[in-house]
């Protein structure tokens, strides 16, 4: 974790906008020459890759949204979800079973979290999907630990000076949920209204949800 900085290994990287990278072609390439090299081996199937398919399907950033919006309507949940969030979301319906722990952050008025995976790209996919292809580039990768407010601007995101932003890296054993702050005039609102707010790049630490 860090507070504006974290120590990492320097990687070559692109500055360009990390919001607008797209995956690399040879990674493309590479997956299906594996895929294709596991079903000729036997080692994998057809239908094990299609069932793979469609369990990743159904896993979309929706999920973590309505984690988010019941915590911020019922503060027990909330500390459930603080204190165990893969115990949470399988109290919410949410499978979580064969998958890393998760540790869900809350963001405060003083304090911000963004999410990285500075070796690879590590990620509660059981509970957002698959993750944003910028969020395994290394650009960001490498760039999030050391100038996290030029990545969150590049975002939209621009906070006071006085909030702390601490870059918490996610590894194999751990991930990370982030629990962003309810926007101002939200008060009223029903679980799904707030659940609409949520996006997944609030729940990485990107952005913040806004109520309008």
């Given at each position: 974790?860090?507070?504006?900085?974290?120590?990492?290994?320097?990687?070559?990287?692109?500055?360009?906008?990390?919001?607008?990278?797209e995956?690399?072609?040879?990674?493309?390439r590479l997956e299906?020459?594996?895929?294709?090299?596991?079903?000729?081996?036997?080692?994998?199937?057809p239908?094990?890759?299609?069932?793979?398919?469609?369990?990743?399907?159904?896993?979309?950033?929706?999920?973590?949204a309505?984690l988010?919006?019941?915590?911020?309507t019922?503060?027990?949940?909330?500390?459930?979800?603080?204190?165990?969030?893969?115990?949470?979301?399988?109290?919410?319906?949410?499978?979580?079973?064969?998958?890393a722990?998760?540790?869900?952050?809350?963001?405060?008025?003083?304090?911000?979290h963004?999410?990285?995976?500075?070796l690879c790209s590590?990620?509660?996919?059981a509970?957002?999907g698959?993750?944003?292809?910028?969020?395994?580039?290394?650009?960001?990768?490498a760039?999030?630990?050391?100038?996290?407010?030029?990545?969150?601007?590049e975002?939209?995101?621009?906070l006071?000076?006085?909030?702390e932003?601490?870059v918490?890296?996610?590894t194999?054993?751990?991930r990370?949920?982030v629990?962003p702050?309810r926007?101002?005039?939200?008060?009223?609102?029903?679980e799904?209204?707030?659940?609409?707010?949520?996006?997944?790049?609030?729940m990485?630490g990107t952005?913040v949800?806004k109520?309008?």
């Amino acid at each position: 974790m860090s507070a504006d900085h974290h120590d990492h290994i320097h990687v070559g990287h692109d500055h360009g906008p990390i919001a607008a990278q797209e995956p690399r072609a040879e990674f493309r390439r590479l997956e299906r020459a594996v895929r294709e090299l596991l079903v000729s081996k036997g080692i994998i199937g057809p239908d094990d890759i299609r069932h793979q398919i469609e369990l990743m399907d159904s896993r979309n950033p929706a999920m973590g949204a309505r984690l988010v919006a019941r915590a911020w309507t019922d503060p027990a949940f909330k500390a459930r979800l603080l204190e165990d969030a893969k115990k949470a979301a399988e109290e919410a319906g949410i499978d979580t079973a064969n998958t890393a722990a998760v540790m869900a952050l809350e963001n405060t008025d003083k304090l911000h979290h963004m999410v990285v995976c500075t070796l690879c790209s590590c990620y509660p996919k059981a509970i957002l999907g698959i993750p944003p292809a910028w969020y395994k580039s290394s650009a960001y990768r490498a760039r999030a630990v050391i100038e996290p407010r030029k990545v969150l601007a590049e975002f939209g995101t621009v906070l006071p000076d006085d909030v702390e932003i601490r870059v918490v890296d996610s590894t194999a054993d751990l991930r990370y949920l982030v629990l962003p702050r309810r926007p101002a005039g939200t008060d009223g609102w029903t679980e799904e209204m707030l659940a609409t707010i949520v996006g997944r790049d609030s729940m990485i630490g990107t952005t913040v949800p806004k109520a309008n």
